[in-house]
């Protein structure tokens, strides 16, 4: 048999990379190495549908595991890579086995930041959301009455603490920063959410340091901040961020800096190795970025699947996201990354408005909460370069799809 195409890593650009892969009846066998026991699954549902119960484990699912033996895809799942030797084209899994590989496409993802131990970060009754193993543990905990404390005021803690409240139990959330979603949003959307939040019960709570988690015998009880203030909790999710899986390729030798650094075709500074998803970092406007999106992931596996058929192609694709708490959906079109300026359009009702981010008079990037039309339109005017004026955008009576035809 020919040395195949070797994926490490089960995840979405995986899936991506398998189905373009199938899609373009490239001959080259594939074979795929997952560390977990599933196929390549949707996470967003984790912190949504599915941790509030409404959603089966299949129709996690990206494909039904008998599609990949359909198309002759090899799989080993349980099955961590320990090292790569690219000198001889091969890499070790953590049981003994030694794989070849002609090209090698590395999808190991990040993992969800832990709070260390002197912290109280191993106590029982700490979580991280990543996985669905980690679901497996987490939700039998969230039960209606419970006190819940959530470390991170990001979009998983946010959409946990959503779905907590949903399921009746109390929620707290802390936040290190001024406020939450601060490395991420401008200070509107932050205040949407905190109202949105705060509207459903939840305790926010800003500029607000952990100092340590409290337990006895090794059971959480709750949490002490800086400021002296104790909080109770029964369960603490950690929702601190997260870092990309590099380990494996910083010790092959690859060029790493926060990701692993591809080029415009994913390849990584050795050229039989690509890498994809949130494990990569890539240069964007002079600037290197790792995204932690689906939208990256599925986009980085597709393309590395066009590439080694010989397309002639490159990284381009416009960032997206969407992030739902309650009745709200947020959808984000652009980066904001260097924006110095922003404006907000007002929507149809009190619940819905979007954030339009600038840098001088470039339109970098849009935030659009319950406001779809926003999300589509402005995706249309960020595609075409169009800039339009902050006080036209700020205007409800502005037509947006007048604006994305450039009239
Ligand atoms: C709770 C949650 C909610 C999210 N919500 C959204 C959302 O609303 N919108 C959005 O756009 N994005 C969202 N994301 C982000 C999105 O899911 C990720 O960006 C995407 O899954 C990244 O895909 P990936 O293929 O790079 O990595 P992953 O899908 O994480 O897959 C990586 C896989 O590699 C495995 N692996 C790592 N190292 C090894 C090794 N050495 N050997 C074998 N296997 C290994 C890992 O165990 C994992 O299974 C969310 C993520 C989480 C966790």
Known sequence: MACPIVIV?????????????VALASPQPVLLVGEESHPPYQRPPLSK?????????????IRPLKWYSEQNIGLRFDTRVDSIQPDHHQLQTANGETIEYDKLLLCTGSSARQLPASMGGSLDGVFT??????IDRMAPEFQSGRKLLIVGGGYIGLEAAAIARQLGLEVTLLEMAERILQRVAAAATSD?????????????HESARLTRLLGKNGKLYGAELASGEVIDADLVLVGIGGN?????????????ENGIRVNQVCQTSNPDIYAAGDCSCFERNNQTIRLESVQNAADQGDLV?????????????????WSDQYDCKLQIVGLNHGHNHSVIRPGANDSSRSVWYYRDEELLAI????????????RKIIEAGINPAPQQVADPATDLKALALGR
């Open 367 to 378: 935030d659009a909460m319950n406001e779809p039309k926003s999300y589509a339109f402005g």
């Open 49 to 61: 549908k599915y941790l509030l119960g409404q959603l089966e484990l299949e129709r996690l699912f």
């Open 129 to 134: 959301l990543r996985s669905i193993a980690d």
């Open 192 to 204: 949407y959410f905190r109202a949105l939040h705060r509207e459903h019960g939840v305790q926010i």
């Open 305 to 321: 699947a066009r590439h080694l058929a010989g397309e002639d192609v490159h990284y381009t694709a416009l960032p997206w996201f």
């Open 9 to 21: 890593g089960a995840g979405q650009a995986a899936a991506s990379f398998i189905s373009r892969h």
């Open 244 to 256: 990309a899986n590099i380990e494996l390729a910083q010790a092959a030798g690859l060029d790493c």
